[in-house]
């Protein structure tokens, strides 16, 4: 397939301070011990996606992001790291490298998903309607929304959680509208041009966006030189494209330049595709264009995940406590580890004491060990972590290298790598950064612990 | 009362009641509008002919053959009319299976006043026991209507506050003729997909969205908005509805009333459903054009079995031929007369030599002249046609007589027993009657009737003879007036004949699509680059601000308007008052909207020089100064002022710059601003950038003079 990747990672991301820092940034968070973008990478092979640009915020992060994709898969993949700089926005980012791009299409991904969605299926449903760009919706997580509202989670902005407001046509094929961030808690304000073309829209607040885009390239060029002011590809640039698909402003050009050489691959290229879409009856942008023979429009398509499907952006503290849980828990089939009959994952070399029990959905990392008398529950132990007696671990993530002390109890945390916990100190809904010490015999509600 | 009463016993012995329980249906025989006009000036709408059968019939022999038992015919306008027509229908036994009741009103203008009225005979004599259909005598449909209330009435037993179900039908694919066909304003209505629950319902050409709350949005996981369906106004309804209509007094309109009051109602929490007809036909005749429409759809039988060659309730059926063609057994055609596809010719009609009709229907009685044209028209009984006519897209009523070589334009109405002199073009749209336009239109009160038909006669018999000696506005043998187009429904002319939307309208329509998509697009597309711009922590700072510009606005409109309408001081406060609480803003506020909107009008209002502008502004001050005063009691709020003025010189209102000084002291005379407030406002000024102080230099003298008074008040003080 002629399609050209781009993952877009990130880079230290402020939402997930402070579980990002100088050595990880967001790419690499450990999700059930492997880094998050590991994932990405996988999805994409899996749909024979094998040609990625990698865009990092930050010369920084690009090197650590690099370093570890050199490590861990370039046999596998053909991968480009390119840096960018920071807060430039998802569209900034694209502008950064647009001249890396060359594919007639190309498929957007966020570095942050945990997804068993196919991509393939994405850029099929986009090429079969010769759409200028195809959105994946996905059902809204179970555990509420971790949809931040911003894009990709760069802005250095914290929203409260919201939903988008989506219209598809009555085929569930095209994307006729679309609301995110702020204008979500507005009243919604439907175009009537788009209804009548469309005649119908089905309005759902209960899907959303997440953050898989195939782009025409031509268009998406056009838009970014066009609109210099848009940022974000979630927030303006793929609103502005929805709203103008019955007058297209991105087409002119393009179809003169392409119309001198590949006029008759075109018109193939268009029978192929009403084939392929099974459509008897012209979709209502050709009805349209019909009518108003000034008019170009250009379609905006989507591909909507079965309601069976994990897709979850880890753009949030809590959507990292949720997707840690998920990948050894409902959704283990993502972690591609083989669980044990426990439904838990513990490495033949971690050492675990006397009388201490580790529950179903969770996870103990090479090398580390535990002390006597502790509990694991539905909890993520790194590798290599030291950790005392009569502890209790429940709904956490502990990583790499991390020591915790006797008589300890956690709960709802994050302990980030190297962090250590001295005795008898008592966590709930915290985060540790790395390398960071607390002291003994603390008791700790919702804190965030980091070096100022 | 008596729903209450029912309810209880419904409950006591549910099954048993819903067994025995009569199917009832309510038929209104008035449309309580004008559309109609001329021609129900003298006929009541449900009584005018659809391919030569009253419309009431097929609206009967629908109801009598989807099982409904016991209808109730109200009339209004030309009761006596509808009362007699019924009488004898049901002398010639034509709806066997159906009790045809009838209720009159004169009283009646609106279907809200007619269910009341219905409602409250209802208390006397129990008419309706239960869940009943309400439907229009001018009806065509042929659904079933059996699980309709079956459906209706076990979402009912479900759920309490189900109290009507709506039936909507999809209209034709092509966004154009969606609008256009039935000549009715584009309707969108929002659905709810799984439940079909009737979320919002608009008829609305003006805006150019359809605007969902978003509490709605919250509540439903999926909306659908459909603009491709029409309403067939055909609702089941349980007796709740007929109490809603006589609780709130004010509903009129069976949707923009009521349908606004329940869907925009979440106390009672009433709800309304839809439901969505595939394969049968409905369709309501609302105004010439759709008229025109569902006749041809009758002919094309799309509404069988109420076609002309089916005797559905009494009527005399015709032959069909080919391609549609539907001829009496003794028609008398001449043998080079052509009668095309898709006509109706009814009985005893005579055509002559060379006579052509294509696309129409030609009641009976007529006599056709020779070499006659008649196209897409509608002919009723007894019209009398010269030779030579040329009739296109037009309604002929009973008795008309059209003269040698007359020509009829598209879209014209010939009412009862007008004449169209010799020769005489008839120009495109003209509605054409005996009687004259009635002087004062009354939107309002829409009223169909006239007096009593036998009044009407008389009148018009006499009215004949006059025209005739004075010769008349339709050619030297005519009678008639032509009447006028009034303002405002002339746009709509076009949109509700009989005639096809010419090339010019289509063109326009397009248009307007377009402008509508561009008008929209500059809106959006702000907002859009300013959030793209502001970082978006600003977005969330700057939302008091926009409610600020809402506020500023609406003080603004109610300043104006208290201007405008002379209305005094204190009530201008109290406005203003109500507004602050509602936007929870601070007085200062306030004083600065106030204040925003007086210099406003003072540039608005029209001034030659800067004198002029300065006299303007200071007679506003000198007049509303009490209105200000009420929120300009802190020397902040005055600064607040003094702040706002700097504001508007330096952006909106520029013209004003060169006044400041001038203004400010007319401030300072008229006590609206106190020395306090302005030197405390010099002070913080001073510190500011140079830009800033233009203003501030500008009144250097005044606040100089100020600051002396001050200080040789104080010496005086001390001398005391």
């Known amino acids: 397939m002629d399609f050209q990747v781009v993952i877009l990672a990130g880079g230290f991301s402020s939402n997930l301070q402070p579980l990002v820092s100088k050595e990880v940034p967001k790419a690499l968070l450990p999700v059930a011990n492997r880094p998050v973008l590991s994932y990405v990478l996988d999805l994409l092979e899996s749909s024979n996606l094998k040609d990625l640009i990698v865009v990092v915020e930050g010369e920084d992060a690009a090197l650590k992001v690099g370093g570890w994709i050199s490590s861990a898969c370039v046999d596998r993949l053909h991968v480009e790291v390119a840096a960018v700089a920071e807060n430039v926005g998802t569209a900034g980012a694209l502008r950064a490298i647009a001249h890396h791009l060359t594919a007639k299409d190309i498929l957007i991904v966020s570095g942050d998903i945990v997804s068993d969605v196919s991509p393939g299926a994405v850029a099929a449903t986009h090429r079969r309607h010769d759409a200028s760009v195809t959105a994946m919706l996905c059902a809204e997580p179970v555990s509420g929304p971790s949809e931040s509202g911003v894009a990709s989670g760069k802005d250095k902005t914290k929203k409260p959680a919201c939903y988008d407001i989506i219209g598809l046509d009555s085929s569930k094929q095209f994307l006729l509208h679309i609301a995110t961030g702020v204008e979500i808690k507005k009243d919604t304000r439907i175009k009537k041009s788009i209804l009548r073309a469309a005649g119908k829209m089905e309005i759902r607040s209960d899907l959303m966006d997440s953050h898989i885009y195939a782009f025409k390239r031509s268009v998406l060029q056009k838009v970014l030189d066009q609109k210099p002011t848009f940022r974000s590809l979630k927030e303006d640039v793929l609103p502005y494209l929805v709203r103008t698909q019955l007058r297209s402003e991105v087409f002119p050009d393009e179809k003169t330049v392409e119309d001198n050489g590949k006029n008759n691959m075109q018109n193939n290229e268009l029978v192929l595709s009403q084939i392929l879409s099974n459509a008897s009856l012209p979709s209502f942008h050709q009805v349209y264009e019909s009518f108003l023979n000034s008019r170009k429009t250009h379609k905006c398509c989507v591909y909507i995940a079965d309601e069976s499907k994990y897709c979850v952006r880890l753009n949030s503290i809590q959507a990292y406590m949720d997707v840690n849980r998920d990948v050894i828990g409902d959704a283990n089939h993502l972690s591609g580890y083989s669980f044990s009959a426990h439904h838990n994952i513990v490495h033949p070399s971690a050492e675990l004491g006397s009388k201490t029990t580790v529950g179903p959905h969770c996870m103990l990392g090479e090398g580390s060990q535990v002390g006597d008398k502790c509990s694991v529950k539905r909890s993520v132990i790194g590798r290599h972590c030291r950790i005392g007696s009569n502890v209790k671990v429940v709904n956490s993530v502990v990583m790499d290298h991390a020591t915790i002390g006797d008589g300890c109890s956690i709960q709802g945390s994050v302990i980030c790598s190297n962090a250590q916990l001295q005795e008898r100190v008592s966590l709930r809904d915290c985060q540790v950064e790395a390398g960071y010490v607390v002291y003994a015999g603390g008791e700790h509600k919702g804190e965030t612990f980091a070096r100022k | ?720």
């Open chain 2, 1 to 720: 009362m008596g729903a209450q009463k029912k309810g209880g016993a419904r409950v006591s012995d549910d099954t048993e009641e819903q067994t025995r329980q009569r199917l009832q249906a309510i038929l209104l025989a008035d449309s309580f509008t004008t559309k109609f006009r001329p021609v129900t000036l003298e006929r009541p709408k449900v009584l005018l002919p659809l391919a030569n059968v009253p419309m009431i019939d097929y609206t009967l022999a629908w109801l009598e053959s989807a099982g409904i038992e016991e209808v109730f015919v109200f009339c209004c306008a030309h009761s006596t009319q509808i009362t007699d027509y019924l009488q004898t229908s049901s002398e010639q036994q034509s709806h066997p299976n159906l009790l045809v009741r009838t209720i009159e009103s004169h009283r009646s203008i609106s279907a809200g006043d007619a269910l009341r009225y219905i409602y409250e005979q209802q208390t006397e004599t129990s008419q309706i026991q239960g869940d009943f259909v309400l439907v229009s005598g001018d009806t065509v449909s042929n659904m079933p209507l059996a699980d309709l209330i079956r459906e209706h009435r076990e979402r009912k037993k479900k759920d309490e506050k189900a109290i009507m179900t709506m039936v909507i039908k999809k209209s034709k694919p092509s966004p154009m003729t969606r609008q256009s066909r039935l000549g009715t304003d584009e309707l969108f209505v929002a659905v709810d997909p799984v439940t079909k629950q009737l979320l919002h319902y608009e008829v609305d050409h003006v805006r150019g969205s359809v605007c969902l709350d978003k509490a709605l949005m919250e509540s439903n996981p999926s909306v659908m908005i459909c603009n491709d369906m029409q309403d067939c106004y055909i609702d089941v309804c349980s007796p709740e509805v007929l109490s809603l209509f006589e609780d709130n007094f004010d509903y009129q309109h069976l949707r923009r009333d009521f349908f606004k009051g329940v869907l925009g109602d979440d106390i009672m929490g009433y709800k309304i459903f839809t439901h969505e007809i595939g394969s049968s036909y409905a369709s309501r005749v609302d105004n010439f054009r759709s008229y025109d429409t569902v006749s041809k759809d009758i002919i094309q039988r799309w509404t069988y079995p109420y076609v002309p060659d089916v005797n559905f309730s009494g009527n005399r059926p015709l032959k069909v031929g080919r391609q549609g063609v539907y001829k009496a057994s003794d028609v008398v055609q001449s043998r080079s007369a052509d009668v095309g596809a898709c006509s109706v010719v009814g009985y005893g009609t005579k055509i002559g030599n060379g006579g052509r009709v294509l696309n129409s229907v030609i009641g009976n009685g007529c006599c056709i002249g020779a070499d006659v044209v008649i196209e897409g028209s509608y002919v009723w009984d007894n019209v009398v046609i010269e030779d030579g006519c040329e009739i296109r897209n037009a309604i002929v009523c009973d008795g008309v007589r059209i003269r040698a070589g007359a020509v009829l334009q598209p879209g014209v109405v010939l009412s009862f027993k007008v004449v169209v002199g010799r020769g005489f073009v008839v120009p495109a749209y003209s509605k054409v009657s005996l009687l004259q336009q009635p002087m004062k239109e009354d939107s309002d009160e829409e009223l169909e009737y006239a007096d009593s038909s036998s009044g009407t006669a008389d009148r018009l018999s006499g009215l004949s003879l006059e025209m005739e000696s004075k010769g008349s506005e339709l050619g030297p043998d005519g009678v008639g007036y032509i009447w006028e187009v009034c303002e405002g429904a002339h746009d709509e002319e076009w949109k509700h004949s009989v005639a096809p939307i010419p090339e010019d309208k289509l063109a326009e329509i397009i248009q307007a699509m377009e402008d509508d998509d561009t008008e929209d697009e500059i809106v959006p597309r702000k907002s859009e680059e300013l959030k793209s711009d502001v970082d978006s922590v600003n977005t969330d700072v700057n939302d008091p601000g926009d409610d600020y510009g809402y506020f500023e606005r609406e003080v603004e409109g109610t300043f104006l308007r208290a201007v405008e309408e002379g209305i005094k001081v204190e009530l201008g406060i109290l406005e203003i008052n109500s507004l602050r609480l509602s936007y929870n803003m601070e007085s200062a506020d306030c004083a600065g909207a106030i204040f925003y909107a007086m210099m406003k009008l003072a540039v608005d209002t029209p001034h030659s020089s800067l004198r002029e502008l300065s006299e303007n502004a200071s007679s506003i001050i000198a007049k509303w100064k009490g209105l200000l005063g009420n929120y300009v009691k802190h020397t902040d709020e005055q600064i607040e002022v003094i702040m706002k003025f700097e504001e508007m010189c330096q952006e909106t209102a520029r013209e004003l710059s060169p006044l400041f000084a001038q203004i400010l002291q007319v401030l300072y005379d008229k006590e609206v601003v106190q020395e306090d407030a302005i030197l405390r406002w010099a002070e913080e000024k001073a510190g500011a950038d140079e830009a800033d102080k233009v203003y501030l230099q500008q009144c250097e003298a005044f606040i100089q003079w100020l600051k002396e008074a001050s200080e040789e008040e104080d010496e005086e003080e001390e001398e005391d």
